[in-house]
């Protein structure tokens, strides 16, 4: 899932405008596709060619029989070897399989990093009412570029599951289901190039009444609301007790996002004047862009999204081991990466688009390359490129089903930065109490009032 911190989840964002949209729903007929075909998510059913995909049959539809509610999440594939593994040595063999932002690692950690592919599991599922909503967004829903750009006629999930330009695929990862109203605990540390850190912990919820498929009081309370956030530092000792409520409103042109901390020097909660974009996550040590939490969230206004195509490339993918309760973050936490032998990677068919800043905006990244899992509309992996066309930063979320919902969400994302040759890695729960997934939220939670509250 997103990033777990204080001012670091800024989850999703979609945007409801009036103006005429630029590209069009389409019609019964090619929507007709995503009952034969495609998924109810717009994946292609069918596997691949060579045998190396397979089809997709429903995803994980129950838990295993050793999972308890509340628990961490048991490898549902305990069986499953290593059928090979990509290091610096034979990257050439799988090239075409790797973003340029894999291939710069291995080359980068050649001694130490490695890729273990594992048999491709098309875990992804979800409720069958997200099916339907899906279905119908198809068939409605439409993206607009006037302001800060946006999307109208969609409602609870991605709102094109077929997409027709670079800009939707955005939408579908920006306005993917990741459920409705979620509690967690969650750390993040950033690495330094001697293998040291220390770990920050925080507690958060989240609601999200777009998410919803009924007329709750959250979602009658904020209408106009995509996603609200409230975060508590609960360590270090030096940062406890600091707190936010961040709220992510579906019109951005006209009402911006908000956020407010408890700042506990001033003792006081504060409006945040900016929070988006380019601007440095706190307590990442510049290692994170806001804009770059979940690998990309917020308004896509300031890149120009080409739909590059559809390719195979092995995704971090069904990462039970990192998520496992029995693993300890110096398990995980390495010096120049994270421990590959808890790694899994898979080949998967991913979308993949190509943004480029436009001349009259601002920002560090000149070009960005997006990978987005074609069975879930998240992006898996990110290659973010520096002013001057070279490769920079290179993300990936490391995903797994969590099955008592279902949903697919990442449960540690990673973030390298190649020049300072260091990383974060958020999201870390090992040791820590379970995502509790439920299905309404009382607005009175997400006010900057009920901040004070929730940090003592």
């Not at 050439?92 to 291939?103: D, H, I, N, R, W």
């Not at 027709?164 to 993917?176: K, P, T």
């Not at 890695?425 to 900057?448: I, K, Q, V």
């Amino acid at each position: 899932m997103c990033q777990k911190l204080l001012l670091c989840s800024f989850l999703l964002l979609g945007i409801t405008l009036t103006p005429v949209a630029a590209f069009a729903k389409v019609s019964p007929e090619e929507a007709a596709r995503l009952d034969a075909g495609l998924t109810p998510v717009g994946a292609e059913r069918a596997g691949n060619a060579a045998g190396t995909i397979p089809p997709w049959t429903g995803g994980i539809t129950q838990p295993p029989p050793n999972y308890a509610p509340g628990d961490h999440h048991p490898d549902p594939y305990p069986d499953d070897a290593i059928l090979f593994t990509i290091t610096a040595a034979n990257v050439a063999e799988y090239a075409a399989y790797l973003s340029e932002g894999q291939k710069t690692l291995l080359a980068a950690y050649p001694d130490t990093w490695r890729m273990p592919v594992y048999p491709t599991r098309r875990s992804a599922s979800y409720p069958p009412w997200v099916y339907a909503a899906s279905k119908a967004n198809a068939l409605t829903a439409e993206v607009v570029v006037e302001g800060k750009g946006g999307v109208v006629n969609a409602t609870i999930t991605s709102p094109f599951p077929i997409p027709q330009s670079g800009i939707e695929v955005i939408w579908n990862h920006n306005l993917r289901w990741r459920g409705i109203h979620v509690a967690r605990s969650n750390g993040t540390a950033a690495v330094t190039r001697q293998g040291n850190y220390g770990v920050i912990l925080a507690e958060q919820e989240v609601g999200v009444p777009y998410g919803s498929p009924r007329i709750t009081p959250f979602k009658e309370a904020y209408p106009n609301v995509m996603l609200a956030l409230k975060s508590k530092i609960v360590q270090p000792e030096l940062l406890a007790g600091e707190g936010s409520v961040i709220v992510e409103p579906l019109n951005q042109t006209n009402d911006p996002r908000k956020a407010w901390i408890y700042s506990k020097g001033l003792r006081r909660i504060v409006r945040l004047p900016y929070a988006a974009y380019d601007f440095p996550v706190p307590n990442t040590e510049n290692l994170q862009t806001i804009d770059e939490v979940g690998l990309f969230n917020g308004s896509p206004d300031r890149f120009e999204w080409v739909l590059v195509g559809k390719q195979e490339l092995y995704i971090p993918y069904n990462a039970y081991r990192l998520h496992s309760d029995r693993v300890t973050y110096s398990d995980i936490l390495r010096q120049g990466h994270i421990n590959p032998d808890l790694a899994r990677y898979e080949l998967h068919r991913v979308w993949v688009v190509e943004g480029t800043l436009k001349p009259e905006q601002r920002h560090i990244y000149s070009r960005r390359v997006f990978y987005v899992d074609e069975d879930s509309w998240q992006i898996v992996v990110a290659d973010n490129y520096d002013k001057d066309g070279q490769l920079w930063r290179v993300a990936e979320a490391h995903m797994i089903n969590y099955y008592d919902v279902p949903v697919l969400l990442s449960t540690i994302e990673t973030y390298h930065d190649l020049k300072e040759r260091r990383y974060l890695t958020t999201g870390l729960d090992n040791g820590r109490n379970m995502y509790r997934f439920s299905e309404g939220a009382d607005p009175r939670d997400f006010s900057p009032n009920a901040l004070l509250y929730y940090i003592r």
